[in-house]
């Protein structure tokens, strides 16, 4: 048996129990990233009988804070895992049925499909964008086939978790104490890596750890009014000329039509509200402007229209957002001029943005000049 | 059971792949491949081996400094790995300067002198213990 190269990896964390162990706390996470993504995705792109909640305020930030570094903190007990079983790679002879050749094609299927979300996440995350394909569209795609192969790989080991990572666990024989001392090192290991790689990231959705967001791509307090931005009126291609106007139209009683000066002499009302961006990264703001609802109503549009908001913007996918009934009703949801009171810097959105409740940044649309209502 | 949940299973993979394919302008489906075995390839022909050495070379110390330098050494490495791209900052760009705002090499020169001397504290008292146990 020379071929066997799987015997001649030493080290007792190469065990059953080790890999079931890290198999549990990955399965919770994958899982997790896997229900906050779909979460993330259908608030972007709700089919038509979904309607989201405005509130809780702080919900989805809170969900793609705990994708995006629940993510990256994932990375240290993916690659354990991934060495724990390592020797298996190398196993003699390496089908030995049609059975096993499909389930080592498979678990091949959930190794690729899980190195490469984490690859091109946090790749994604620090806007280092060295592949061709969407991120978005392959990400989510492929976050399919790992939640499939993951189900599946799963179910064919559940004896083994049920034998190892379960409270209920059957009786084993008992481990020799050093054994499970250098287990136990390991596994708190891998746990210390996972706090650390979170630690220094978490801080740029929560602003009281920003200070030891030494890895994080964004700073909470870092941008233009000391807020972080993700596409700049530069970017953007925005020019405001003194013709500006803010129109709403469609299926309005009346249509409406704002100059800037006009709409800073409506009612203004103060909002404490966050941009949650879908890279993870968040913070709270003070903004000042005229409520959507207050404005549908001068306007007249129907209780549970839909509103489209377009913005001046040339250059890019976000340039038009939805907003359904629930968040147009919600009196927090403003066309905002001012972000802590100070008049909007360009690339916050100069002269109008929205800002709304419980919703991804992509969809606070910027640079406002029209809301058409159906 | 097994074969509603296997079943369950085998649909989520064909859905993600329709999924791909049926978006090849946005998915790039020979590019998308290319990374997902891509990215097998470079963990097991690649860094796997790197750790393998590296246990064989930190295997010649004594075992009171050998546990906590391997657990440094991974801790350190792991951390690096994760947040590399970030690190790297490729992604910078003119017009925002909001995007990767820190000094990074700092940031991650700090994390890795904070595992240093954990390790080394750790490794110090494990020294002793196993003088006076």
């Not at chain 1, 979460?39 to 792109?45: A, D, K, P, R």
Request: charged share 15%.
């Amino acid at each position: 048996m020379a071929l066997d190269l799987s015997s001649r990896f030493t080290s007792k964390l190469h065990s059953e129990r080790v890999a079931a162990q890290l198999g549990v706390w990955l399965g919770i996470s994958f899982t997790i990233a896997f229900v906050t993504g779909l979460f993330s995705h259908f608030m972007q792109h709700p089919p038509g009988w979904l309607l989201w909640p405005s509130r809780p305020v702080n919900l989805y930030r809170f969900t793609q804070g705990l994708h995006v570094i629940g993510g990256v903190a994932t990375i240290p007990l993916l690659l354990a895992k991934l060495w724990t079983v390592y020797p298996k790679l190398w196993q003699w002879p390496p089908f030995r049925s049609m059975g096993h050749a499909a389930e080592r094609g498979l678990v091949a299927l959930l190794v690729a499909g899980s190195l490469f979300q984490v690859v091109t996440g946090v790749t994604n995350i620090a806007y280092w964008y060295v592949w061709p394909f969407a991120f978005t569209n392959a990400h989510y795609w492929t976050a399919y086939i790992l939640i499939g192969a993951l189900l599946i790989h799963v179910v064919n080991e559940w004896a083994k978790v049920k034998r190892h990572a379960l409270p209920t666990r059957v009786k084993l024989p008992s481990e020799p104490p050093a054994d499970a001392r250098s287990r136990r090192r390991f596994l708190a290991t891998v746990a210390t890596a996972s706090g650390i790689a979170a630690l220094v990231t978490v801080g740029e959705t929560y602003k009281p750890l920003s200070r030891l967001a030494l890895l994080a791509p964004r700073s909470p307090d870092k941008g233009p009014q000391g807020l972080p931005v993700n596409r700049s009126a530069a970017a953007a291609g925005i020019e405001v000329h003194a013709d500006y106007r803010l129109t709403v139209t469609g299926a309005v009683g009346r249509q409406l039509s704002f100059t800037y000066d006009d709409l800073l002499n409506l009612p203004q009302h103060t909002v404490r509200l966050p941009i949650a961006c879908v890279e993870g990264w968040s913070y709270d703001a003070e903004w000042t402007g005229v409520r959507l609802k207050d404005l549908m109503r001068t306007a007249g549009a129907d209780r549970d229209a839909t509103l489209s908001v377009e913005s001046l913007q040339k250059y890019g996918a976000y340039s038009v957002s939805e907003v359904r009934p629930p968040h147009w009703h919600d009196p927090l949801t403003l066309l905002a001029v001012k972000v802590n009171g100070e008049t909007l810097h360009p690339d916050h959105g100069y002269p109008v943005r929205l800002i709304a409740p419980n919703r991804p940044g992509v969809m606070q649309t910027k640079w406002v000049t029209k809301v058409t209502v159906s | 059971m097994k074969w509603l949940a296997y079943s369950i299973g085998a649909a989520a993979i064909a859905y993600g792949f329709y999924g791909i394919a049926s978006q090849a302008d946005k998915t790039h489906p020979f590019s998308w491949l290319l990374w997902l075995a891509g990215s097998v390839a470079v963990h097991d022909a690649l860094l796997a081996p790197l750790v393998l050495l590296a246990g064989a070379v930190t295997g010649l110390l004594k075992e009171s400094f050998r546990t906590p330098l391997r657990a440094g050494l991974a801790v350190a490495a792991v951390t690096t790995l994760a947040t590399l791209p970030t690190v790297l900052a490729f992604g910078r760009r003119k017009d925002n300067p909001s995007i990767l705002p820190l000094d990074y090499p700092r940031g991650l020169l700090i994390v890795l002198a904070v595992i240093a001397a954990t390790t080394l504290i750790v490794s110090v008292l494990s020294r002793r213990r196993a003088r006076s146990g």
